[in-house]
């Protein structure tokens, strides 16, 4: 179960998120809210058995996509860190020579397959990726290559689907109703997921707990959590870190700024979603935070129960380095009052901390905060009077980049 504490007084207005629960439930873009409990088992099926053909005929699976197609399935592997015989490899979300020519490297002359995720097939980057890494596959497999192509994307329409129909192409969908950001849950993650060793049944599992935590219970954690969110934004408190103690979590870091940045920043107002890792970044950004200006809340990630084989500080002969103060204790306990020391601390320097606390570091838990996480930002969104939904803003580099490069219309 997902805790939320915080110094801050929180007063739910719970009318008001009634109303903006039933909002979500019949927007066109609410799929995600009861995606836990209605997913479609046939698909969920068949990604499971898909995973399994991967895994016992590449040694690597390409994922291609950019922004929701790509950065919540590699924040799970990354923080669940799986053992699967594939190794999970990304193309396409960046346009950089070096990364893709650092990935054929990889590839080499390995068996791999494809993965590319797009509801349209015709976003720039994964789309160059995909004519690249196509050509590669071709030249290996031949009239074999399409077998391993695996397209998630729109049900009925799009570049992408034409041609996984044409090519024969297994495929799978990203629903109509979920937008790339929230679609983690769905096969845009839940392939990649499988494949990478994650136990994708008790993923669900976690947000389908963390949905009923939040039904007809005004004082949930993601309810508070959002409530606090708008109250500060009024307050002037405009920027946000989400701050964790664990470097597994940087890419979860990442998801959720790509959530949060594309949900609420809108008409010029928002707060803005920046990251940390601890004591990492303690030694780099620790002076502003703790003497910058306050315009910033903090928000920990921790976990009650550490899931790793203990490491204990050993015993000395000599106290060269002045440790002996913490020989046999464990690299937990050590970090855990560091991060207590840095509550207080940026408590002490003027910022709001708020501690968002999980069980563990496993699939059920990480299932339950993703819902969570979604839950919350749509609430914050809407409290704030934005729609969580679009990202208008997004298309304004694209057209100017399609000007520059010359494509027809622009």
Known sequence: ??????????????SRIREIINDIQSDPMGGWYDLPETYDHAEFDKIQATAKQIQNNSKYLVCIGIGGSYLGHRALIDALQPKSPTKILYAGNSLSTRELNCLLDTLGDS?????????????????????????????????????????????????????????????????????????????AGLLPLAVAGVNIDQLMSGAATERAANLDNSESAAIRYATMRADLLKKNYDVEILASFEPCMQYFEEWCKQLFGESEGKDKQGIFPTSVIYTTDLHSLGQYLQDGRRNIFETMLRFSEEGAPAVTVPQLAKDLDGLKYLEGKTLDFLNTKALEATVAAHRDGGIPVSEITIPTLDEKSLGALVYFFELSCALSAKLSGVNPFDQPGVEAYKRNMFHLLGKPGF
């Open 111 to 187: 068996d791999f397959s494809i993965n590319v995720i797009s509801k349209s097939g015709t976003t720039t980057e994964p789309a160059v990726a995909f004519r690249l890494l196509k050509a590669k596959l071709q030249e290996k497999y031949g009239n074999k290559a399409s077998e391993r192509i695996f397209a998630t994307t729109d049900a009925r329409k799009g570049a992408l689907y034409e041609e996984a129909v044409a090519e024969g192409y297994a495929r799978f969908v990203v629903p109509d109703n979920i937008g790339g950001r929230y679609s983690v849950l769905t096969a």
């Open 1 to 14: 179960m997902i805790k939320f504490h915080s110094d801050i007084d929180v007063t739910v207005d719970v």
